[in-house]
């Protein structure tokens, strides 16, 4: 095979044009996929971002430093939570949540002391069209403390 023409140009074959254009789209649709996406892993993985299962993921945890701390501190909560006090009897000392579930975590708070438990984690109610998740605790002075969560970008507050 001969790369120069008799007057000493260099010829090229096509497959070696079509090739390098084809290489060059492929760096550039890596480059502009794999960019946002390196950028968005590495904030996930310093915290900056919460994933949109993290509520969920880290509930029990979150119950559970809320159960050994003896208090609900709404400050320290991750932006992933609403949190709110409750009474014995399910009324409510403080609240931070929606109304759905603010009515889902009296109800089970009430549901809870009935049946003498000290932790609660029910379902969601699709029924309603929500699937914002609830989490109580009762607290050593007998209050509970209740966390709820959805899937949702955490940070946004309606």
């Known amino acids: 095979m001969r790369f120069r023409n008799s007057d000493g140009r260099l010829r ?7 090739g390098r254009y084809f290489a060059l ?3 550039g649709a890596t ?4 960019g946002p996406w390196a950028l968005l892993l590495g904030a996930m993985a310093r915290g900056e971002v919460l994933p949109a299962d993290w509520g969920a993921t880290h509930a029990d945890e979150t119950v559970g430093d809320i159960a050994s701390a003896g208090h609900l501190d709404p400050d320290s909560l991750s932006t992933a939570y ?3 006090r409750l009474s ?9 949540m929606g109304e759905e579930a603010l009515a889902s975590a009296q109800t089970s708070v009430s549901s809870a ?3 003498g438990e000290t932790s609660v ?5 699709v029924s309603s069209g929500s699937y914002e ?3 109580a605790v009762k607290l050593a002075d007998g209050t509970w403390a209740a966390i709820s969560w959805d899937m949702m970008p955490h940070g946004w507050r309606p």
């Open 12 to 18: 090229i074959p096509l497959a070696l044009v079509v």
């Open 25 to 27: 789209v492929l760096l």
């Open 31 to 34: 480059l502009t996929v794999g």
């Open 82 to 84: 609403r949190g709110a």
């Open 88 to 96: 014995a009897s399910g009324s409510v000392l403080f609240s931070d």
């Open 113 to 115: 002391v009935a049946a």
């Open 121 to 125: 984690r029910p379902g969601p109610d």
């Open 133 to 135: 998740r609830v989490a």
